[in-house]
């Protein structure tokens, strides 16, 4: 059993940064692949980005890529999403969450545990 807590949204000016953080509890986070998903009020749950469970492998969306950064520190039992030129595009709930084994899933219904989500609002 893994539990994801999400922090560091807020609101930002369109071109500003944000950093959100994952923290996950229980002794084996170093063998889970985890992902970053968003979700805007009345669309669906879409990838963000994932990184394997050493952190050697990482993933964007092509709406992402060049912009945010995910990372891991498996000694902290957290992820990270830097999050830098940001647009009022990226307006949304972001969620954390794991899934264990090698895979790196970029669909929602691949992970089996999620955060509660932090909510990220880009101002123009």
């Known amino acids: 059993q893994v539990q994801l807590v999400e922090s560091g949204g807020g609101l930002v000016q369109a071109g500003g940064s944000l950093r959100l953080s994952c923290a996950a509890s229980?002794?084996?986070?170093?063998?889970?692949?985890m992902g970053w998903f968003r979700q805007a009020p009345g669309k669906e749950r879409e990838f963000a980005a994932a990184?394997?469970?050493?952190?050697?492998?990482?993933y964007y969306a092509d709406s992402v890529k060049g912009r945010f950064t995910i990372s891991r520190d498996n000694t902290k039992n957290t992820v990270y999403l830097q999050m830098n030129s940001l647009k009022p595009e990226d307006t949304a709930r972001y969620f954390c969450?794991?899934?264990?084994?090698?895979?790196?899933?970029?669909?929602?219904?691949?992970?089996?545990?999620w955060g509660q989500g932090t909510q990220v609002t880009v101002s123009s």
């Open positions: 990184i394997s469970w050493s952190g050697g492998s990482t």
């Open positions: 969450a794991a899934n264990r084994g090698i895979v790196v899933p970029r669909t929602p219904l691949e992970y089996d545990y």
């Open positions: 229980g002794r084996t986070f170093g063998s889970y692949a």
